[in-house]
């Protein structure tokens, strides 16, 4: 396999489960009443963005 193909399923992958992650944490803590934490929302969603823009990077248009 090409190390560029590697990468970008590795990057697609993470990302995916990085959207997933903060899916699910903004489920979580919505359900709860008052103060929440929302710092693993906002890290998964940030690294989310940051790992689309990586598979983005590694995709070969030509």
């Given amino acids: 396999m090409n190390l560029l ?3 970008l ?3 697609y992958i993470m ?3 990085l959207f997933c992650t903060a899916f ?3 489920i ?3 359900k709860e009443k008052g103060k929440v934490n ?3 929302f906002l890290f998964s969603f940030i690294f989310a963005l940051i790992f689309t823009r990586i598979t983005y990077l ?3 248009y030509e």
């Fill in 5 to 7: 193909l590697i990468a």
């Fill in 9 to 11: 399923l590795i990057s």
């Fill in 15 to 17: 990302a995916l489960y």
């Fill in 24 to 26: 699910y944490e903004a």
């Fill in 28 to 30: 979580k803590f919505s």
């Fill in 38 to 40: 929302g710092t693993a």
């Fill in 58 to 60: 590694f995709y070969p």
